[in-house]
């Protein structure tokens, strides 16, 4: 499944999750239960860039043990001209906060991108 995130760092941040219940990245998963994932986290990353303006696309699976166990990708754009101080680990760090959007323009974005998923998915067959 993919969603936009609940606490976004930036426009169109979205994370991809399997189904089932899994807590380890790699181990939990066959290969090709793996690649079929990697599939879906390329075709999602493919619609955010083609809808969402992005100098670079952040793809990570972040979470802990200790919290939130449930295996899940993040994928998050960064947009044009941030400075490269701000860029990578710092764009991400939580100390930033998180951004707020209006309900109208986050449903606006999100058919936005089932639209560009659903192209994407049609031409990778």
């Known amino acids: 499944m993919a969603f936009l995130a609940k606490y976004p760092v930036a426009l169109g941040h979205v994370l ?11 181990n939990d998963f066959s290969w090709t239960d793996y690649a079929r994932l990697q599939r879906v986290v390329h075709a999602v990353g493919n619609a955010l860039v083609a ?21 899940h990708w993040h994928l998050v754009p960064l947009p044009p001209g941030v400075p490269f101080e701000e860029q990578q680990m710092a764009f991400l760090a939580e100390s930033r ?10 449903e606006a974005l999100a058919e936005k ?6 192209h994407r998915l049609t031409d990778d067959r």
């Open 51 to 71: 809808t969402v303006p992005t100098e670079r696309l952040y793809v990570s699976s972040l979470g802990s043990q200790q919290g939130n166990r449930h295996v």
């Open 113 to 118: 991108l089932r639209a560009a998923l659903r």
């Open 16 to 26: 991809v999750a399997p189904i089932e219940h899994r807590e380890h990245v790699v």
């Open 97 to 106: 906060g998180w951004l707020r959007f209006e309900p109208t323009e986050l």
